[in-house]
């Protein structure tokens, strides 16, 4: 009888967690302040808008409005899902639309709901939808996706990024439905009434139209049908009776209805190709009228961008035609007259473009990157009011074709437009067939449409069809190459409403009876019970059957996208309930609801909607909805993966019954309590293949055990409304209660409990009944009886899998017993035996067997791969470890994931075959294949192509890890891997540890667990995605108490990091202290007893105006110490420190000022250093901030004497790259003001911002301050002449080293550009000629000889002319006409003018020949060697050829003195001959002058390379020149002090070029000496220089240092012109503002080791090794980090050294980009300290580290280890803790003395040797020593992994002690523990020896046997199965004998000599002969 009620439940199943459904948008709705709560405050003055009588009327709309507000309300639920803390937390979203609003919400099982987003928008909404766009990214392959939410509103779209960017999109045409895809969104036109008159014959319009991006164009979709009579045509999508039902992403297909024919299609989605879109944009073939030729993509395209034409000029907007009319006749909204009609009007020309241009595809082409605000205004303006306005009829044209009243120019400008190109093609795959039975009824459109796949993973396409109540399905597969979906048979399943459940791989479906059915694919499961709704069989059977159809149209609350309320107007249905709602139809209110249904009993399910993973809501007829959800196939991992398999091995169909057959059994109602979830699967998986389980003893055992898997919570939630009877007697007469009185009564208490065997009561019990009783029998009638051999072989594959596994190893012993049930009946004994070593205990009390007849044995199907030997992975890893063959080990592909990895990982690591893990694989792995192939195309194998990294130069143990985290294994799953098998991996680990590659990704460092690597990989990959602030160092200025010291501009400068770089001295607050310029300077004047109070006055100030030429030059010096040290805050202005020009005088500290009127000031004065204060201001803006055009605008100051200070901000932002971001808007404001020095200060900023890129705007706006680069009929602009020189060095930067042909030629010709009439070019010729020259070099920068195309223009030789004198040549090219008349103050005759001339034209050579070694050229330049000759050459023109000719041999230039002096010629070092006529001051200038330039050169030469050499030269010049200053005798008079001075200078900032960021303390004292000097002669220019000096010194802070690249050198010469000012004002020579150029030879070189764990920049030992040049070999030196790098082209590795950090190798021979992208974000360099040391800082010497305390102790280390102070050694949190709980003597503790030793030896190993990962490791190993040494170990497991524990170390022994140092086990713990267990197994064997014999005869083991202890000799000792080879052991008379026959056996020669007295059963005296440790 059981049985029969058993099916009967068996074909219904419970649903769970029953909640009552109210879409959480409406609530919030409620609350929400949108529209119109808005509308009613705004409205009340406005009241006459809507009626005469006020108030009342408003009401009255108001009310309206709402009505029609509940209608629209509608939702959709999708399945959420975000990281959290590494588990993936899951939740519903609701997308909830009503009205204007529209509400996205988040929610889950344990969180309440939560708005996400909300959005209100102007007009009602038509539609909301989830869509992800894909933007094209330049270089990677794959698109970024956009997530976003699209709002549809009459007019346009509106799409909002999750990321936070908004676009709206204009629409076009009126839009029906708008539908997600994979691309984008695709768009259906609505057909008006109108359309079928207006379209031109033959052309019907799209209607289907796609928007790959909010900010490109909507282009009409290709469609590409499969017809006959099409001849498969590719057009537009133009059918007017194709109606879209359905898309879907993943795969991308389309399916649509046709209203005419009444069938289903299927499109694939997807990019055109080019040629479905020529053929598409060709002209129709065939020839039409000519008054409607037109193109048909032409007017296509006029009527899409009809909308451009809203209020432009061309269509006037007040013609009567509707050029695009809003609402067909449709009352005014509110929004259309008010919503702020000025929105459009005060919007920004860029925002506007977008919609008025004719062609919008241009601006969509220009940039997607642009502000997300540009795309366009929203149409609810004054435009759109007027339009609807003034037109009369209510037709729609919608602009669709010219209108008849419309202007003519209009008509005509529709052919010109150029088409719109398409971007995707639907194709068709397939389409119903329409049989003749159908015929008679057209099916109506399908109202739902979704994918399902079912529990064999096939998968169905499904559409409800209304008309005919089915469901119809077409199942659909890939092709073999994946390319294209090929849809097969349809199924069609009566239904009237269904939706699929995707996490549990079914579907629910509501019958027409309106009982709920669970389908998996087409295969019917169950019925589904939902607790609560009476089963609707009884409820309406008295009732009309269609009674169902006509409700389910009223209450659906309009389903998204498909189902309408319009279509209750269907008469079509014949109901009588139709006459009862007629009156009140419009009003959707529960209330008429309940008048319809007053007639029904109860309310039943007439709805199904949103299903998300396993919940679907249910709508009833009531009203009401509520969720249910229906459960999953199983909750414990155990069965699940056991069905996994099953599903793999079987034939589908027989597959698909046990799972449906599962599924009813474990679901049916008030079924299974979880943790017997086990048992249930047991039985019924026993009795699918036969067995009967009644009269299995074990299984009625089974119930009675401890819960097997953990599952949290009872399974299925009980409906809170209360029991009842029925309930009751459900219960007694259920098969579990009969199967539960059958158990028998008098259980054994003591099994409950425990795994172990059954008690002997049981034994007998079951023993005594077996005689008596009939033999067990299978029943081979059983759907799964042929393949039991199969399904035994795969879960024995599983129960390997599960060995493999700590956290599922427990599941593996519930396990056994079923696979050990089945070998014994199949008769496998090795299985059986193997099962029994494992758990000994648990299988000794088993011994039932079923018989299986002969015959029946026939009908099963032995698969070939069973084999009599079992598969073990354990011996299979420990027989790898032994070296010996193996034969591939059988895998199920998907399901056996751990054994492949960890078959692959032993092969590719202990067998070192390197291509294990690519190519070979299948020699250590067997795929498993039958039943399902879908299987077998695993991921990893196509994701092998990443791995590869040239795995040739790795070692092994980085190729495992590479290998490993690629496949997705993680330090969690490395925990759970069992200690003996993961030793390999974490020795491998351990080494990759040790000199890991610093380009491994962020997982790979994860794995070997150097957080300072993933945190650096972190970091990269911040940067890239947005500069990251501030780094990881904290840039928060210190808090100073002071309220002066923010003010001087220096706070910026990172202290933590400057003070562990000059940790000895405040060298960086002198610094700060000397170049302030923001406190008044201190005036002391003494006045003498005959100076009058005036005089004194006068003194004073004349004395303060001296220290202020000093005070003007400083920022020049501050902006380069500051260099890029501070992230702006985007709200606040930049401070600028102020420029003070006042003074205090001691004693009493009264002010002294300029302004006093007692002397002259010059005008003017402060207007440069201003500026220069300005550009110091900006320069310390860091490149990496987050600066925009609105923040560059912002900081423009109120009052006008700023405006200097605000153009050199300018130009600094230039310098660091923000001034691109400024909008060209904002150029051309800043440059019509005509303020000289904005224009200086922008020009230069902009080409250094655009630096080399030819930009053309840039060089556009540059020309037009150029005269010789506007055409000569160009109007003469009045530029200022500063402004020209700016603007020509601008095309100098921007040109930077293109050579670019036409620039050069003007700049040659300019730089002897001779002075013109009327005073034109006739002031400050020489610093116009010098930039000529300085930009000719930059555009030619180090092309020399090979400057293509440019031999005509003989630049070298005009270049020489300039430099030495001569003709001029004739003006040659456009500017003839300029120079026709000569200057009419200047006579210079028809020479050049070498004065003005030479400086430009020396340089020239120099930057077009740097670095060339071009030695004729080089000659041009020498010093000449007679003194008549040298007296026709200015000493200062001097410097700069000796600067030119050692830049050009560049090679040649050595760091020491002899090469200095080698520069000076001949004459002057030889002995004076007397009668020489020749000048004493010539020589002594020409001397000093040269020596100057020969300096600089040397600067250049080692700029920021810190060469001790070359400073130690530079510094003996300086000596050598402060020492001929220094005497006032006759040289320093004969050469001047202005030269001397001159001199010494440009040497100082040669000194500060080569120490460059050092802070080099010489250097500063020099500086500091000169500060101080302010009188005589000291002027404001020598003043510029050593400030100057002093700030590349201490460049950035110390983080920055000069490069040497062409660019920097270029730069360099700029800046370090070695004429500088005279005064303030002073720009003869050279345009001051060039002095900041430096900037741009500035790069970012030093590297701060920052510690992991505390985040805080530290002392690292770094090793540099330089690659070989000629000058040196390789070297390799140490420095102590932080420090500067030498320049990255030298270098070939940077090193982390150890022993104090992880040693972490940076190799620059392959790329250096790693490496500079650290550097340019502050340097951080993320390191980690190595456990048992202290950082530098505390411990410099060494000497208080772990280590260090064992050496000064004789004792051994252990015992001197204080387990207290591991705290200071170690900041892992796990080691702390276990050092304060395991390894202290707490009171009561004092017999465990020697447990507390050895934890605490551990702890000090795992810490001295880096590897605290492994203590876990050594406290399992003592433990199962331990267990063994008291014999109570259960399994055999922990000895397998002490096995494989002691072979990998004898593998590393054999291999020699060399191998030693990267081994993990190395101390002597592991030989005490191994001599432990030897110990253990010898003691037994001495007593046991009769039971191990009788075991290898194959007898059956005595009743009292110790079975556990046997087992584990067995397992430890590696002794095969030796049942059925006795004979070969048997009889042995010698040992020799025994050697020779066990070789064939594989047992180790250690191992079998314990065998050698049992087997030749010699008695004890044997076993002493033979020394035993043969280790």
Not at 772 to 778: E, Y
Not at 1278 to 1298: F, R, S
Not at 1540 to 1563: D, E, F, P, R, Y
Not at 1602 to 1609: R, V
Request: with cysteine.
């Amino acid at each position: 009888m059981s049985e029969v009620v058993y099916e009967e439940t068996a074909t219904m199943i419970a649903a769970g967690e029953l909640q009552s459904f109210v879409p959480f948008g409406r609530e919030h709705c409620k609350n929400h302040p949108n529209a119109f709560n808005l509308q009613l405050r705004e409205l009340q003055p406005a009241s006459e808008l809507w009626s005469s009588d006020g108030a009342a009327g408003l009401v009255g709309s108001l009310q309206e409005v709402s009505l029609q507000e509940r209608e629209r309300e509608c939702w959709q639920l999708r399945k959420g899902c975000i990281r959290v803390r590494e588990e993936d937390v899951e939740f519903e979203e609701e997308l909830y639309t009503a009205g204007t609003v529209v509400i996205w919400s988040q929610g889950s099982r344990t969180q309440a709901s939560k708005v996400y987003k909300a959005f209100t928008v102007d007009s009602p909404v038509q539609q909301a939808l989830w869509c992800n766009f894909a933007v094209p990214q330049n270089k990677q392959k794959e698109d970024e996706v956009e997530h976003t939410v699209c709002i549809v509103q009459r007019s346009c779209v509106n799409v909002h990024t999750v990321s936070g960017k908004d676009f709206i999109s204009p629409l076009p045409f009126q839009v029906s439905d708008v539908w997600a895809t994979k691309f984008g969104l695709l768009l259906e036109r609505k057909n008006t009434a109108t359309d079928v008159q207006t379209s031109p014959p033959g052309e019907p319009l799209p209607t289907v139209f796609s928007m790959l991006h909010p900010l490109d164009e909507i282009a009409p979709v290709v469609f590409k049908p499969t017809g006959l009579f099409e001849g498969s045509r590719v057009q537009y999508a133009s059918d007017v009776n194709m109606k879209i039902v359905f898309s879907s992403c993943q795969p991308s297909l389309v399916v649509s209805y046709d209203t005419v024919q009444g069938i289903h299609s299927v499109w694939t989605l997807r990019k055109v190709t080019d040629d479905e879109r020529s053929t598409v944009l060709r002209c129709p073939s065939e020839p039409v009228g000519t008054s409607l030729g037109l193109m048909a993509s032409g007017i296509l395209t006029s009527h899409l961008r009809n909308i451009s034409r809203l209020d432009s000029p061309g269509g006037s907007v007040t013609t009567t035609g509707a050029s695009c009319v809003v609402g067909s006749g449709s009352p005014l909204h509110y929004s259309a007259l008010h919503s702020h009609s000025n929105r459009i009007m005060t919007s920004s020309p860029g925002l506007y473009s977008r919609v008025h241009s004719p062609s919008i595809s241009n601006m969509a082409a220009l940039s997607r990157a642009h502000s997300p605000g540009m795309a366009a205004p929203s149409f609810s303006g004054a435009a759109r009011f007027s339009t609807s306005f003034h037109s009369p009829s209510p037709r729609v044209h919608f602009g669709l074709l010219p209108s008849p009243n419309s202007t003519v120019n209009e008509t005509t400008l529709v052919p010109e437009m150029e088409p719109i190109i398409p971007d995707l093609c639907m194709e068709q795959l397939w389409s119903e067939t329409v049989t003749a039975g159908c015929q008679r009824e057209m099916s109506s459109q399908a109202s739902k449409v979704f994918l399902t796949s079912d529990l064999c993973e096939n998968r169905y396409l499904c559409f409800l069809v209304d008309s005919h109540q089915q469901l119809r399905c077409v199942k659909f597969m890939e092709s073999n190459d994946t390319s294209q979906l090929i849809f097969a048979s349809v199924t069609t399943i009566p239904a009237k409403d269904a939706e699929p459940l995707p996490s549990i791989d079914a579907m629910l479906v509501l019958e027409a009876c309106g009982s709920l059915v669970l389908y998996t694919g087409i295969t019917r499961v169950s019925k589904v019970f939902v607790p609560g709704l009476l089963s609707p069989t009884f409820s309406l059977t008295n009732q009309i059957p269609q009674a169902s159809t006509p409700m389910e149209n009223v209450s659906t609350p309009a389903n998204p996208g498909s189902r309408h309320l319009q279509r209750l107007d269907e008469a079509a249905m014949p109901s009588p309930v139709m006459g009862l709602r007629g009156p009140n139809i419009k009003i959707h209110e529960p209330s008429f609801l309940d008048d319809c249904t007053s007639q029904h009993t109860a309310p039943y399910i007439h709805a199904l909607r949103d299903p998300v993973c396993n919940r679907v809501t249910l709508e009833l007829s009531s009203g009401l909805m509520l969720r249910i959800s229906v459960p999953e196939i199983a909750t414990s991992e155990l069965v699940r993966k056991c069905l996994q398999a099953i599903r793999f091995i079987l034939p589908k169909d027989a597959a698909m019954k046990v799972l449906v057959k599962w599924y009813n059994i474990y679901n049916a109602p008030g079924g299974p309590s979880a943790h017997s979830e086990w048992n249930l699967f047991v039985t019924c998986f026993m009795s699918l293949m036969g067995y009967n389980t009644e009269r299995l003893t074990w299984k009625q055992n089974l119930h009675f055990e401890v819960p097997l898997s953990p599952v949290i919570a009872a399974k299925k939630a009980r409906p809170s409304d209360g029991g009842s009877d029925e309930d009751w007697e459900y219960l007694v007469g259920s098969h579990y209660h009969c199967q539960m009185n059958s158990q028998p009564v008098c259980r054994p208490v003591d099994s409950i409990g425990s795994n172990s065997s059954l008690s002997p009561e049981t034994e007998s019990m079951s023993s005594a009944s077996s005689p008596c009783s009939p033999p067990l029998k299978l029943d081979s009638s059983t759907p799964l009886f042929p393949h039991i051999p199969a399904l035994f072989y795969v879960l024995h594959l599983l129960y390997q899998e599960l060995q493999l596994d700590e956290l599922q190893r427990a599941r593996a012993s519930s396990l056994v017993c079923l696979l050990q049930q089945l070998a014994r009946d199949l008769q496998l004994d090795e299985y059986v035996d193997l099962y029994w070593r494992d758990y000994p205990s648990l299988i000794s009390g088993f011994n039932e067997s079923c018989l299986i007849d002969q015959g029946q044995l026939s009908q099963m199907q032995r698969p070939s791969f069973l084999k009599a030997e079992p598969p073990c992975v354990l011996s299979w890893l420990s027989s790898c470890l032994r070296g010996e063959e193996v034969p591939p080990f059988p895998y199920l592909p998907c399901i056996c994931q751990r054994t492949r990895l960890l078959v692959l990982s032993y092969a590719l690591y202990i067998l070192q075959d390197e291509n294990a893990t690519s190519t070979d694989a299948s020699k250590y792995l067997t795929k498993l294949s039958a039943g399902q192939k879908s299987c077998t195309n695993e991921p990893h194998y196509r994701r092998q192509s990443i791995v590869k990294v040239n795995l040739a130069t790795k070692s092994l143990a980085e190729q495992l890890v590479v290998w490993l985290t690629s496949e997705g294994f993680t330090l969690k799953d490395l925990e759970s891997v069992p200690f003996g098998v993961a030793l390999p991996i974490r020795e491998a680990i351990y080494r990759c540890r040790e000199q890991p590659c610093s380009d491994w990704s962020e997982e790979v460092c994860l794995l070997i667990g150097r957080q300072d690597l993933t945190k650096q990989a972190h970091k990269m990959t911040l940067a890239k995605s947005k500069a990251s602030v501030g780094s990881g160092l904290s840039l928060e200025p210190p808090a100073t108490t002071e309220a002066d010291e923010e003010e001087d501009g220096m706070s910026d400068i990172i202290q933590e990091v400057t003070g562990l770089i000059w940790s000895q001295d405040l060298r960086v607050q002198e610094v700060r202290r000397l170049l302030q310029s923001s406190r008044p300077v201190r005036v002391s004047v003494v006045q003498l007893p005959e100076v009058s109070d005036h005089e004194y006055i006068e003194e004073k100030e004349n004395k303060l105006l001296q220290l202020c030429q000093r005070t003007m030059a400083l920022p020049v010096g501050r902006g380069l110490f500051t260099l890029f040290s501070y992230h702006p805050v985007p709200t606040e202005p930049l401070p600028v420190p102020k420029l003070n020009l006042t003074g205090r005088a001691p004693p009493r500290n009264t002010m002294v000022d300029l302004n006093s009127g007692n002397i002259d000031v010059p005008p003017n004065m402060t207007s440069w250093p201003s500026f220069h204060n300005g550009v110091a201001a900006g320069l310390k803006i860091a490149p990496a901030s987050q600066v925009d055009s609105a923040w560059i605008a912002y900081n423009k100051p109120k009052n006008p004497e700023l405006a200097n200070e605000y153009a050199g901000f300018l130009m600094a932002l230039g310098l660091n790259g923000h001034l691109t971001k400024l909008a060209t808007l904002n150029i051309h404001d800043y440059l019509t003001k005509g303020h000289e020095m904005t224009s200086i200060g922008l020009l230069l900023g902009v080409s250094s911002a655009k630096l080399g890129t030819m930009d053309m705007s840039i060089t556009r706006l540059l020309s037009i301050h150029i005269p010789a680069l506007l055409p000569p009929t160009s109007t003469e602009l009045d530029v200022p002449h500063n402004v020209q020189v700016a603007a020509v060095i601008g095309i100098g930067l921007v040109y930077q080293g293109t050579g670019h042909r036409h620039n050069a030629e003007v700049l040659l010709s300019e730089i002897g550009r001779p002075p013109g009439p009327e005073m034109e070019y006739c002031t400050d010729r020489e610093s116009y000629s010098l930039a000529a020259g300085l930009a000719l070099g930059m555009v030619c920068l180090g092309h020399g000889s090979n400057l293509i195309g440019m031999t005509d223009l003989n630049v070298p030789e005009q270049l020489y002319q300039y430099m030495v004198g001569g003709h001029r040549r004739a003006q040659a090219g456009a500017n003839r006409e300029r120079h026709k008349s000569p200057s009419y103050q200047i006579k210079e005759g028809d020479t050049i003018n070498v004065d003005v001339t030479c400086p430009g034209a020396t340089l020239a050579l120099a930057m077009i020949y740097l670095k060339t070694n071009n030695r004729s050229i080089a000659d041009w330049l020498k010093p000449p060697d007679t003194w008549f000759l040298l007296d026709f050459i200015k000493p200062e023109f001097l410097l700069l050829r000796t600067l030119a000719r050692c830049i050009i041999m560049w090679d040649e230039i050595l760091p020491n003195t002899e090469w200095v002096k080698s520069n000076i010629p001949q004459i002057m070092r030889g002995a004076f001959d007397p009668s020489e006529d020749f000048n004493m001051e010539t020589m002594s200038q020409a001397q000093d002058y040269i020596t100057a330039g020969a300096c600089m050169a040397l600067g250049l030469r080692f700029a920021g390379s810190a060469n001790s050499d070359a400073f130690d030269c530079l510094y003996e010049c300086a000596r050598t020149f402060m020492q001929i200053l220094s005497f006032s005798g006759t040289t320093s008079v004969q050469t001047g002090y202005y030269n001397l001075q001159t001199g010494l200078s440009m040497i100082l900032l040669a000194m500060s070029m080569v120490m460059s960021g050092t802070g080099n303390l010489k250097v500063l004292q020099l500086c500091r000496f000169f500060h101080k000097r302010t009188g005589g002669e000291m002027n404001y220019g020598f003043h510029m220089a050593h400030h100057m000096a002093l700030g590349l010194l201490f460049l950035g802070g110390g983080r920055y240092t000069l490069s040497t690249s062409n660019s920097a050198i270029a730069a360099l010469l700029c800046a370090l012109y070695p004429h500088f000012p005279a005064h303030s004002t002073d720009n003869r020579y050279h345009l001051q503002a060039l002095r900041h150029l430096a900037v741009l030879a500035a790069e970012p070189r030093l590297l701060v080791p920052v510690d992991v764990d505390s985040l805080k920049p530290c002392y690292a030992l770094l090793e540099v090794t330089y690659k070989e040049t000629k000058w040196y070999e390789e070297t390799t030196v140490e420095l102590m980090a932080p420090t500067m790098l030498p320049e990255l082209h030298l270098l070939k590795r940077v090193k982390v050294k150890g022993p104090r950090y992880w040693e972490l190798s940076v190799d620059l021979s392959r790329e250096t980009q790693h490496l500079k992208s650290i550097l340019s974000r502050d340097g951080v360099l993320y390191v980690k300290l190595r456990a048992g040391q202290l950082p530098y800082k505390d411990d410099p010497q060494g000497w208080k580290s772990l280590l260090a305390s064992t050496v000064n102790h004789r004792n051994s280390g252990v015992r001197a280890f204080k387990p207290e102070a591991i705290s200071t050694f170690t900041s892992e949190p796990a080691l702390v803790s276990f050092a304060e709980f395991f390894c202290k003597a707490l009171d009561g503790m004092k017999h465990r003395e020697d447990t507390l030793a050895l934890f605490s030896a551990m702890l000090y190993e795992c810490v001295t040797q880096e590897c605290p990962e492994m203590l876990p490791t050594y406290i399992a190993i003592e433990q199962t020593v331990g267990a063994l040494r008291r014999d109570d170990l259960q399994q055999t497991f922990p000895l397998w992994q002490m096995r494989l524990v002691v072979e990998l170390w004898d593998r590393r022994v054999l291999l020699g002690p060399g191998n030693h140092h990267d081994t993990l086990l190395t101390s002597e713990f592991l030989p005490v523990m191994k001599n432990m267990v030897d110990e253990a197994l010898d003691s037994w064997l001495r007593d046991n020896s009769l039971v191990l014999r009788s075991y290898m005869r194959g007898k059956t083991l005595p009743k009292d046997a110790q079975s556990v202890m046997l087992a584990c000799f067995l397992v430890y000792r590696s002794i095969p199965c030796l049942r059925n080879t006795e004979t070969h052991l048997e009889g042995c008379s010698s040992l020799g004998d025994l050697l020779a026959r066990s070789s064939q056996l594989g047992i180790p020669l250690r191992d079998l000599l314990r065998l050698v007295p049992v087997l030749l059963g010699s008695g004890a005296q044997t076993l002493q002969a033979f020394p035993l440790q043969a280790h």
